[in-house]
């Protein structure tokens, strides 16, 4: 598939490569073994009637648990993205179900016109809480938006990148954890008129309900399902 050419979806408008699946290296593999397996993580996000809105994915590897994939370093980071734009979206049927799918890309993967985008009625561009907001960052974001692009706030803290960016996002994430730690002004601070609310690490039936009553719009965590590792078409060992 690296030889295929896409249409990027973005101001520039250039051909790039299909996104390639990432393998992390696997100790003491078997000989033998004809393919590779293709995975992808999925974590659905809930409206307030407990109907599934969405999904987020996530980046898997066969064998690997409790990847910190948030303390990688940039390059890493870009090729879980495109590992799970290529898994999700190039290796078999949707799974999405026709939702919006949640993706996190970091600010170099949104600022690289080579790197490839799903078209906006599929993704939702999830902005990880690393990605610094100066006005570079904040045009192609508000370009991406004028294309269709639906842009998320993921992790946020109440940084200024992340409290520039307010202005052009259409879902905030908050996790559950941070709101205890700082207190429910995060909350207050997180809150856009135009933009839906999201409660990330939601747990316990309790913890729902206290979402519920401090205006979340939708909800993602164990409660309702923990994030599911699918496995895709494989591909053909090198």
Request: some cysteine; hydrophobic content about 40%.
């Given at each position: 598939?690296?030889?295929?050419?896409?249409?990027?979806?973005?101001?520039?408008?250039?051909?790039?490569?299909?996104?390639?699946?990432?393998?992390?290296?696997?100790?003491?593999?078997?000989?033998?073994?004809?393919?590779?397996?293709?995975?992808?993580?999925?974590?659905?996000?809930?409206?307030?009637?407990?109907?599934?809105?969405?999904?987020?994915?996530?980046?898997?590897?066969?064998?690997?648990?409790?990847?910190?994939?948030?303390?990688?370093?940039?390059?890493?980071?870009?090729?879980?993205?495109?590992?799970?734009?290529?898994?999700?979206?190039?290796?078999?049927?949707?799974?999405?179900?026709?939702?919006?799918?949640?993706?996190?890309?970091?600010?170099?993967?949104?600022?690289?016109?080579?790197?490839?985008?799903?078209?906006?009625?599929?993704?939702?561009?999830?902005?990880?809480?690393?990605?610094?907001?100066?006005?570079?960052?904040?045009?192609?974001?508000?370009?991406?938006?004028?294309?269709?692009?639906?842009?998320?706030?993921?992790?946020?803290?109440?940084?200024?990148?992340?409290?520039?960016?307010?202005?052009?996002?259409?879902?905030?994430?908050?996790?559950?954890?941070?709101?205890?730690?700082?207190?429910?002004?995060?909350?207050?601070?997180?809150?856009?008129?135009?933009?839906?609310?999201?409660?990330?690490?939601?747990?316990?039936?309790?913890?729902?309900?206290?979402?519920?009553d401090a205006g979340f719009d939708l909800f993602q965590g164990h409660h309702f399902e923990p994030a599911k590792v699918i496995e895709r078409d494989p591909l053909p060992a090198?």
């Amino acid at each position: 598939m690296t030889h295929l050419v896409a249409r990027v979806m973005n101001v520039s408008d250039l051909p790039v490569p299909i996104p390639r699946v990432w393998h992390l290296p696997q100790i003491d593999r078997p000989t033998g073994v004809p393919h590779r397996p293709v995975v992808v993580g999925r974590q659905a996000i809930f409206d307030r009637d407990r109907a599934v809105y969405g999904y987020e994915l996530l980046f898997r590897a066969p064998g690997r648990l409790n990847l910190r994939i948030d303390l990688w370093n940039s390059w890493q980071q870009d090729r879980a993205t495109e590992h799970v734009l290529a898994a999700a979206f190039f290796h078999g049927d949707d799974i999405s179900d026709s939702r919006p799918s949640f993706v996190n890309f970091t600010r170099t993967y949104l600022l690289d016109p080579g790197r490839y985008l799903q078209p906006p009625d599929q993704i939702v561009i999830e902005v990880v809480e690393s990605a610094h907001a100066d006005w570079t960052l904040y045009e192609r974001l508000a370009d991406l938006k004028a294309e269709g692009y639906r842009i998320a706030i993921d992790d946020f803290v109440g940084t200024t990148s992340q409290r520039d960016l307010l202005e052009l996002a259409d879902f905030v994430k908050v996790d559950l954890r941070d709101v205890n730690a700082r207190g429910p002004g995060l909350i207050d601070a997180a809150r856009v008129p135009h933009a839906s609310l999201i409660a990330e690490r939601v747990e316990t039936e309790d913890a729902l309900l206290e979402c519920l009553d401090a205006g979340f719009d939708l909800f993602q965590g164990h409660h309702f399902e923990p994030a599911k590792v699918i496995e895709r078409d494989p591909l053909p060992a090198p």
